[in-house]
């Protein structure tokens, strides 16, 4: 169990500009999420993969936002067209999903994202 | 929503004495989990609670949960300067089903002083 890890840890980005982050989960965990969260917030959730499959993907998303997780592994998210409010700390966790309900979560440490 | 309110948003107190922090939440639910961050930091899990329990013990951490009010509290006990971090309760929502997935309140800030 090496934990999940992002990457990168920090990006500096100008407005306008496209991101990319990645997640490597726990590697027998079948849940990833990502979480983004503003100073003085709670992770506000974006979206979750079961495998490979996107399950869900929240309404405050907009479609500059896109995830991937090929091959149920890894996990990229991708922010096109940055704007300064995308500025915040982008978490990604993973999770072992059993009967209906999650166990629990192992979170990455992050990657902060600043649009200048 | 579903998800769930900490109270008091911030705490200080000194060490070695006991902090208590708690979570009030709306609808019914399959577990709720308390994770901690410090600063900068990804969450790590803390402890989890099932509906059917009303307490749980983990080293200084007591957990407790109480269904027909809807709410649970962490307590800390003998706090250290390290416990210095903030604390997010977190429930399913919706609370069963293959669709659910973890919500998070703001959090507790919490600083111990030494």
């Known amino acids: 169990d090496t934990g999940v890890s992002q990457d990168p840890r920090h990006k500096i980005t100008k407005r306008g500009q496209n991101v990319t982050f990645r997640c490597d989960p726990i590697?027998?965990?079948?849940?990833l999420y990502w979480y983004r969260q503003t100073l003085g917030q709670g992770p506000e959730f974006l979206t979750y993969?079961?495998?490979?499959?996107?399950?869900?993907k929240s309404r405050l998303l907009s479609d500059r936002f896109s995830a991937e997780r090929p091959k149920g592994s890894f996990s990229t998210l991708e922010i096109q067209r940055t704007e300064q409010g995308d500025s915040a700390m982008y978490l990604c966790?993973?999770?072992?999903?059993?009967?209906?309900?999650?166990?629990?979560?192992?979170f990455g440490s992050g990657t902060q994202l600043s649009v200048l | 929503s579903q998800q769930g309110e900490e109270d008091p948003q911030a705490l200080s107190i000194q060490e070695g004495e006991n902090a208590t922090m708690n979570c009030s939440y709306k609808?019914?639910?399959?577990?709720l989990q308390w994770y901690r961050q410090n600063s900068g930091r990804g969450l790590v899990h803390l402890i989890l609670?099932?509906?059917?329990?009303r307490e749980k013990h983990s080293g200084r951490l007591r957990v407790t949960l109480d269904t027909s009010k809807k709410s649970s509290s962490l307590l800390i006990t003998a706090s250290r300067a390290a416990d210095t971090a903030s604390y997010f309760c977190?429930?399913?929502?919706?609370?069963?089903?293959?669709?659910?997935?973890?919500?998070f309140g703001k959090g507790i800030t919490l600083s111990v002083r030494p």
């Open positions: 966790a993973s999770s072992l999903f059993g009967v209906w309900a999650n166990e629990k979560l192992f």
């Open positions: 977190a429930t399913e929502y919706p609370f069963y089903g293959a669709n659910s997935k973890l919500t």
């Open positions: 590697s027998e965990h079948n849940r």
């Open positions: 993969f079961q495998n490979e499959a996107q399950l869900e």
């Open positions: 609808t019914s639910i399959n577990n």
């Open positions: 609670i099932r509906s059917n329990e």
